[in-house]
């Protein structure tokens, strides 16, 4: 693992996204074409990921790799998944209604993949259900590696 990252996402409308830093160079910029009910889903330079809890803290742990890393049995997680995405940059912001103030460091540019991990996803819907706001029940894992041919 070359670098890790912990950050606190806010989640609003079930969703946030991570998307080219310049996001004057994106195609389809978050929110457009955003979709609710859907774990991960890629466009040009975005990944959308779909919470199951509507408005909330997520806990996400940014890992990135130098190759592609083993997958992790001995956790229980409840949803994963696989994309690929591009940067220009080799940074990723961090969006919910608006641009967040975390950026996370891939540290070149070029095309990536990513493996999405989420637990508690029961539990923070019936939190932001039945309570209201919750703070890091829902927690995701996303592990980046340079997707060399």
């Known amino acids: 693992m070359r670098h890790e990252q912990e950050l606190d996402v806010r989640v609003s409308y079930g969703q ?3 998307q080219e830093s310049h ?3 994106i195609p389809i910029p978050y929110p457009n074409e955003a979709e609710s ?3 991960l889903k890629a ?3 975005r990944l959308d990921l779909g919470s199951a809890g509507h408005t909330h803290t997520a806990s996400v742990r940014v890992e990135v790799w130098d190759s592609v890393p083993d997958p992790d049995h001995q956790k229980a997680w409840d949803e994963v998944a696989e994309a690929a995405t591009e940067t220009v940059s080799g940074d990723l912001a961090v969006w919910s209604m608006e641009r967040g103030p975390d950026v996370i460091t891939l540290g070149k540019p070029g095309l990536w993949r990513v493996r999405v991990a989420a637990a508690g996803r029961a539990e923070v819907l019936q939190q932001t259900t039945d309570v209201g706001v919750a703070y890091g029940v829902e927690r ?3 592990q980046f590696w340079p997707d060399e041919p």
Request: overall charge positive; some cysteine.
């Open 16 to 18: 946030f996204c991570i």
């Open 23 to 25: 996001d004057t160079k």
């Open 37 to 39: 009910g859907v774990f």
């Open 43 to 45: 466009f040009p330079m």
């Open 140 to 142: 995701w894992r996303l």
